[in-house]
């Protein structure tokens, strides 16, 4: 997949494209409609994607909480598995945010772009103040010579299929219906990092990630399934995770720990993919060590039956 990051210096190998247009935070079954309906609108067109980093909410509001369901990486990987062949992901400046939605059209997507069709979900907005319409969209694509599909918004469960629904179900602990709603199980990518190695004086020697800049779930354990994404131990795992600040030792910044199951060797500096099965208990802070390495066991066997039903 090609990434293209300029609208307005794009060659003419990376024009014509039919693309979704969005954030498409998490990638979920709402957004991955929107691309099959691009891939169908054009079948011999490349599969485009345009998409804005940093999202425009951490644009308007940089101040705001860890928020988004992906880094801008993990939404790459997980586009390029669906089949998207060209990825416009344009910054959002305040250049790009002050474009009034005829200029956005005209300017980004008919001109700069040269794509030949677009897909967007029904409550799309775009241009300054948010004033673009999806069929305002359509009026302009009549105009200016490419095609347009509103596509419906999905509903899955008891409500519709969203990013801040899945924010949501994440929060309260429910994995499972956040990846009914993903089409996926909500993962946690990044490198493992150094940590205070607590884990291997307990038994339990743990890969330490990052949970910065991204929406925070529950904290407490999970059931965990791991991809060790490059690196000689490169493959799939069972484990059991905990994210949090844990607190049997004061106050911590929040992170991810992640044990391996039936694993040897070093992570350091290797990515790692973590998803989230079952949220297994809260964090909490134990007597002493010897009640929080008796309860890790239990973590693990429980996690460990879980697994083994998938």
């Known amino acids: 997949m090609q990434i293209i990051r300029d609208y307005q210096f794009v060659t003419p190998n990376d024009r014509g494209a039919s693309a979704a247009i969005g954030n498409f935070d998490g990638v979920h079954i709402g957004h991955q409609s929107v691309i099959d309906l691009a891939r169908k609108a054009a079948p011999q067109a490349p599969l485009g994607l345009l998409t804005f980093e940093p999202h425009p909410r951490a644009y308007f509001a940089p101040q705001s909480a860890g928020f988004r369901l992906t880094s801008s990486e993990t939404r790459a990987h997980r586009l390029a598995k669906l089949g998207v062949e060209k990825l416009y992901e344009l910054p959002f400046n305040a250049a790009l945010a002050n474009l009034t ?37 359509a009026a302009f694509g009549q105009q200016m010579g490419f095609g ?27 994995p499972r219906d956040a990846a009914q709603m993903l089409g996926h199980w909500h993962r946690i990518d990044g490198p493992v990092i150094g940590g205070e190695q607590r884990g291997r004086d307990l038994g339990f020697p743990t890969a330490n990630m990052s949970i910065d800049d991204l929406h925070q779930p529950k904290y407490g354990v999970y059931a965990v399934l791991v991809d060790v994404l490059d690196g000689p131990h490169q493959g799939s795992y069972f484990g059991a995770s905990s994210i949090g600040t844990r607190p049997m030792f004061g106050e911590n910044k ?28 809260p964090e909490q802070k134990f007597d002493g060590l010897d009640a929080l390495i008796t309860q890790m066991g239990r973590d693990c066997d429980q996690a460990r039956e879980i697994l083994a039903a998938l």
């Not at 200029?103 to 775009?126: E, K, N, P």
């Not at 347009?148 to 602990?173: F, K």
């Open 101 to 137: 939605p005829e200029f956005f059209a005209r300017d980004v997507i008919a001109d700069g772009l040269g794509l030949s069709h677009v897909v967007v979900g029904a409550d799309f907005c775009f241009g300054r103040g948010r004033k673009g319409t999806a069929e305002d969209l």
């Open 148 to 174: 347009v599909t509103i596509a419906p918004l999905v509903q899955s469960g008891d409500g519709q299929v969203s990013s801040t629904s899945i924010r949501q179900a994440l929060t309260e602990g429910r």
């Open 254 to 281: 929040a992170n991810i720990e992640t044990y391996l199951f039936d694993f040897s060797g070093d992570l350091y500096g290797h990515t790692l993919s973590v998803a989230l099965v079952d949220y297994l208990r």
